[in-house]
Nanobody, 119 residues
Framework: QVQLVESGGGLVQAGGSLRLSCLAS????????MGWFRQAPGKEREFVAA????????YSADSRKGRFTISRDYAKNTVYLQMNSLKPEDTAVYYC????????????WGQGTLVTVSA
């Protein structure tokens, strides 16, 4: 049973913006902290941003602060990742995940959505 479904990836030029969405089941969304991770070709998966269950606490990787913003919509059971000023090095598969706390561990994962940033 798929519990996290990402969408919103695609091809964008450098300097552009994308907003990724992660639709979660109500059970998951109302119980877990949510996070975004990414994995570029040939690289390890890395943390991007996370938001607490209450939405009151957010964390972003230092290199993405100011460009990426995570948020959650309780009416839609959806977590968003707004990405601005995209760079070619942001090209990766982006994964949504659910965990007990923003620090993890992340127990549930989506299938990923591909973001490609052209120079």
């Amino acid at each position: 049973q798929v519990q996290l479904v990402e969408s919103g990836g695609g091809l964008v030029q450098a300097g552009g913006s994308l907003r990724l969405s992660c639709l979660a089941s109500a059970r998951i969304f109302n119980s877990y902290a949510m996070g975004w991770f990414r994995q570029a070709p040939g690289k390890e998966r890395e943390f991007v941003a996370a938001i607490s269950w209450s939405g009151g606490t957010t964390y972003s990787a230092d290199s993405r602060k100011g460009r990426f913003t995570i948020s959650r919509d309780y009416a839609k059971n959806t977590v968003y990742l707004q990405m601005n000023s995209l760079k070619p090095e942001d090209t990766a598969v982006y994964y949504c995940a659910a965990g007990g706390t923003v620090q993890g561990p992340y127990e549930l994962w989506g299938q990923g959505t591909l973001v490609t940033v052209s120079a």
